[in-house]
């Protein structure tokens, strides 16, 4: 009867059975593989809006003129009256929230968590997981301001969706270099317990309403 050992190495053996014995000991695999996404235009927004519905959050696409009544409809669908919103948010944007609570200067985490919700926009968007990242940019605000209220929702533009991961952290570097938090959201914050019980809003908003602007 063989020991584990011999039977450990037994398995290490076949494994190894298809190298080449002329390869040098610790060569690095072949990293051929694809790095972008074959996907484009209308294809990478479609993928993106299928992706994030997975996640359970709502996905409403919408024109650029049209973005003040799809920030309307969406308040009122949740009866968010007291919205907070970054500085810099656009005035068309802002006029359709019936309280907007400006984040100048940084409002306290009990005055964030005392709001209905928050409006910001978004650095970018990855097609194939459904993911949004916020890098502290234009009308992103600072991290505290997506991640303490209850309700987020969040503008992202068409022409900012790329196609995959790979793609999404080369077109993030320059902001990662100078120093601005990546914040990566994939539908409401959701986490389980040793149960496998789902939760949501431990870790983040409980509900997330996306405006996609072609």
Do not use: K
Request: overall charge negative.
């Amino acid at each position: 009867m063989s020991s584990a050992r011999d039977e450990i190495l037994a398995r290490v053996r076949a494994a190894l059975s298809d190298v080449p014995a002329d390869e040098p000991a610790g060569a690095e695999p072949p990293r051929d593989y694809e790095t972008s996404s074959p996907l484009s235009g209308e294809e990478l927004t479609t993928r993106f809006c299928d992706r994030v519905a997975d996640y359970r959050a709502n996905v409403f696409r919408t024109e650029e003129g049209a973005i003040p009544v799809a920030i309307r409809e969406t308040l009122a669908a949740h009866g968010a009256r007291r919205v907070a919103v970054p500085a810099d948010l656009p005035d068309e944007w802002t006029a359709e929230i019936p309280e907007p609570v400006v984040d100048h200067p940084p409002l306290s985490p009990e005055d964030l968590d005392g709001v209905h919700g928050v409006l910001t926009g978004a650095a970018l968007a990855i097609a194939e997981t459904g993911t949004i990242v916020l890098d502290g940019g234009a009308q992103q605000g600072r991290r505290a301001l997506s991640l303490v209220p209850d309700l987020h929702i969040c503008v992202v533009r068409a022409e900012s969706i790329v196609g995959s991961v790979p793609e999404a952290v080369e077109a993030l570097t320059p902001g990662a270099q100078e120093g601005r938090p990546l914040t990566f959201i994939s539908g409401p914050s959701a986490t389980s317990d040793i149960e496998l019980r789902r939760v949501e809003g431990v870790h983040g908003p409980r509900r997330l309403e996306v405006i996609v602007v072609a």
